[in-house]
């Protein structure tokens, strides 16, 4: 039990399809995260909110849309994707101080597969 | 601007062998050194951290230094376990552009043969 909880585990959809990803977590935190893992690449950090207000945003192409709408649950709007966008999607959090020690608690992930 | 650097994998070791992971980085100020470990099927859990030079974590039998001299954050340890296989992130977090940017490196897969 990592406090982090993400569904769902797998998707699968096409590029003309609307799908969301959805983060809980339950440890109090302040702030909430969005990264995208790909095979053999750095982690990439997507988006950040820290009190549900983004302060962190990657470039990161419109064709994902994040939502905060509360300081336990973050959402990532997917539409009109592509094929390299496959990847696993991590969501996590943090307490929110902004310090440079801060740790992270991450969720299990949404393997994600676009057709 | 920031970034890390670990070796590639997948490393592969018999039970009991001596772990290195290299990693170094590249950080404008003063930055807060990590490593993740990911276990198959989960997300990314925290495994140690040092937060200044010359700093040493250490958790589960893993040592990382921070060598400020090197700019690295080399993963140690003495003998490993079949079930310490998992990939292996290093990251930093820098005081400069704010705590909620950690930047991670791209992962080294460890597979432990008993």
């Known amino acids: 039990e990592t406090g982090v909880t993400q569904t769902p585990r797998h998707l699968v959809m096409g590029m003309t399809n609307k799908k969301s990803l959805k983060c809980e977590q339950h440890?109090?935190?302040?702030?909430m995260y969005w990264y995208k893992q790909s095979a053999k690449k750095p982690l990439e950090l997507m988006f950040v909110y820290s009190l549900e207000e983004r302060v962190e945003n990657n470039s990161v192409p419109s064709r994902f849309s994040p939502e905060c709408p509360n300081s336990s649950h973050l959402f990532l709007h997917l539409h009109t994707l592509q094929p390299e966008d496959s990847a696993l999607y991590l969501c996590?959090?943090?307490?929110?101080?902004?310090?440079?020690?801060?740790?992270?608690?991450f969720g299990s992930g949404t393997q994600l597969s676009v057709l | 601007g920031d970034s890390v650097t670990q070796m590639e994998g997948p490393v592969t070791l018999s039970e009991e062998a001596f772990l290195t992971i290299n990693c170094t980085y590249t950080a404008t100020g003063y930055p807060s050194l990590f490593w993740y470990v990911q276990y198959p099927g989960e997300g990314l859990q925290l495994l140690l951290k040092a937060t200044k030079a010359d700093d040493k974590g250490s958790n589960k039998g893993f040592e990382a230094t921070y060598r400020k001299e090197t700019t690295s954050f080399h993963l140690e340890k003495g003998s490993v376990q079949v079930s310490d296989s998992a990939v292996y992130f290093c990251a930093l977090s820098d005081g400069n552009t704010g705590g909620f940017k950690t930047i991670f490196g791209a992962g080294t897969r460890l597979f432990v043969k008993a």
């Open positions: 996590a959090s943090s307490q929110g101080g902004g310090t440079s020690n801060e740790k992270l608690f």
């Open positions: 440890l109090g935190h302040n702030a």
